[in-house]
């Protein structure tokens, strides 16, 4: 079964702290996703990942970075958390074959005070 | 600009009765359909998927049907049973694509099956 392991699922932050948010994947996939989830919104994509090193923005990167040093992890980085930026973020890998399925990690949910 | 949407943010049945989840699609290029549920607390996990070049899917009580004239799919549960309330997603997939390895996400509709 493929795992996608988000290290924290909850986390509470102060307006202006630089936060980490870090995702390990066990099956060798080329593809890394960040998205958020927000209620009425669904899941929106943040930054993609198709390569060690590459990355590309997704429909709502302000605020954002990115980092992908190694294959099988995907790090997120809010350089001064807002309080806009509570939500859920949900990590994902795929090898983008056939119908790109996506295997979703369990969530970190990112309170910003 | 929103390329899949998902008109009804919620829908309640009764338990044994069919579900119907709805999603509508604006971006000819998509090639594949996929539909998601998802617990309170937990990530999305898949649960069906259909190619634009079929245009039923099934697998046990879920079946994906596609209209591709109308740029309409729906997600058929039957029946349905209590642990199936949890909220759906339709995504979509362009693999011909300049950024082929996304998936579009609808806002998802919250399904609650009543005992």
């Known amino acids: 079964d493929v795992k996608v392991t988000q290290s924290s699922r909850y986390l509470v932050k102060r307006t202006g702290e630089k936060v980490f948010l870090e995702c390990v994947q066990d099956?060798?996939?080329?593809?890394m996703f960040w998205y958020r989830q927000d209620p009425g919104l669904g899941l929106r994509l943040i930054y993609f990942?198709?390569?060690?090193?590459?990355?590309e923005k997704g429909d709502i990167p302000e605020g954002y970075s990115v980092s992908r040093e190694k294959k099988e992890r995907f790090s997120l980085i809010l350089e001064s958390a807002s309080t806009n930026q509570t939500s859920m973020y949900l990590c994902?890998?795929?090898?983008?074959?056939?119908?790109?399925?996506?295997?979703f990690g369990a969530g970190s949910r990112l309170t910003v005070l | 600009d929103q390329q899949v949407k998902q008109n009804s943010p919620s829908l309640s049945v009764q338990e044994g009765r069919i579900s119907i989840l709805n999603c509508d699609y604006t971006n000819s290029m998509f090639d594949y359909f996929l539909w998601y549920k998802k617990y309170p607390a937990e990530g999305p996990t898949f649960l069906i998927s259909?190619?634009?070049?079929?245009d039923k899917n099934e697998d046990g009580r879920f079946t994906v049907f596609l209209n591709k004239s109308a740029k309409h799919l729906s997600l058929h549960i039957v029946p349905s049973q209590p642990g199936d309330s949890a909220v759906y997603f339709c995504a979509a997939s362009d693999s011909g694509g300049g950024s082929n390895y996304k998936l579009t996400f609808g806002k998802g509709t919250l399904l609650t099956v009543n005992p």
């Open positions: 259909i190619s634009s070049i079929k």
């Open positions: 990942s198709y390569d060690v090193k590459m990355k």
């Open positions: 099956m060798d996939h080329e593809n």
């Open positions: 994902a890998s795929g090898d983008g074959a056939g119908a790109n399925v996506l295997t």
